[in-house]
């Protein structure tokens, strides 16, 4: 389901930001909630779809009461600034919120203001914000991305390391792609770092590779460099000892072992893999 469309963060890579001009739309409260109520009886855990379902902390401060009244579980996405508001988090728990999925993007600061993403440091950073989290028992899901120009190859161990201290429930380590018509594949391209003017349309390309030039690591070391961490993370040490950390809820908990396991067998299956089918011929797409 949706909630809320758009984001009002202007990340250099995102593709939202980019489409819907860093605006931030939410349905009616009354629409919702009648949705979910026809619903809910057939349905165990509904998945909020929103771009960030924290865009509109006030407009998500009105649903939260209504959801909690609704008695139904669910997970989302939303920017890491919501982990630092304590009234936010406490209506997310009793709303039924039981994980959320949320971009780290990089534990590098230069790395995060190239992203315009400064703003995940605030406030005592990740750990302080992971705390508040595990203190509402909302399980996580982080995404890291790797290829920005204060990357070596110290990221990938510096990014695996901390989503496993910080037992987050399931973690995502991919390069960074730059999308068409966002400020990333703008600026790679006015550096003539692009590998493929179109990667998207390229019959060359494939799943995992890097389709520009990193600053410091090449193209080769950035895939390898995500292999290997999500070799790390999903690795049965990684899986048990994140379970532990995971066990305070038993809904969340009977489903980490399959999920994690799903994951694991996963790591490296679609590497290498051409995108989509390669007899259909797609329409041009615009890269400006």
């Not at 992971?130 to 909302?138: C, D, E, P, T, V």
Request: proline share 5%; charged share 25%; net charge neutral.
């Amino acid at each position: 389901m949706e909630t809320g469309r758009g984001c009002r963060f202007a990340c250099e890579f995102c593709a939202i930001q980019s489409f819907f001009g860093r605006t931030h739309r939410h349905r009616p409260v009354d629409a919702v909630v009648g949705e979910l109520r026809a619903l809910k009886d057939e349905k165990r855990i509904f998945f909020f779809v929103d771009d960030n379902f924290a865009g509109d902390l006030e407009a998500s401060k009105e649903l939260l009461p209504e959801l909690a009244r609704l008695d139904i579980r669910w997970i989302t996405q939303l920017s890491i600034n919501a982990a630092h508001d304590e009234e936010f988090l406490s209506l997310l728990a009793r709303g039924g919120c039981k994980g959320v999925l949320i971009g780290f993007e990089s534990l590098d600061a230069d790395n995060l203001r190239q992203m315009n993403k400064g703003f995940n440091l605030m406030k005592g950073g990740y750990p302080v914000a992971l705390a508040n989290l595990r203190r509402h028992g909302i399980a996580v899901y982080g995404t890291f991305v790797f290829g920005y120009d204060a990357d070596t190859e110290a990221s990938f161990d510096a990014a695996v390391d901390l989503a496993i201290a910080e037992d987050m429930y399931i973690a995502a380590f991919n390069h960074m792609t730059p999308f068409p018509g966002t400020p990333l594949y703008r600026r790679l391209r006015d550096e003539g770092r692009l590998r493929y003017e179109s990667w998207w349309l390229d019959p060359a390309y494939r799943y995992n590779e890097v389709p520009f030039q990193p600053l410091r690591l090449s193209p080769e070391a950035v895939t390898n460099g995500c292999l290997a961490a999500r070799r790390s993370f999903y690795s049965w040490p990684s899986i048990l000892k994140r379970a532990l950390g995971n066990r305070g809820d038993f809904f969340m908990l009977r489903n980490f072992l399959p999920i994690n396991v799903m994951h694991r067998h996963d790591v490296s299956r679609r590497n290498g893999y051409p995108l989509g089918d390669e007899t259909c011929a797609g329409a041009q797409v615009d890269p400006a």
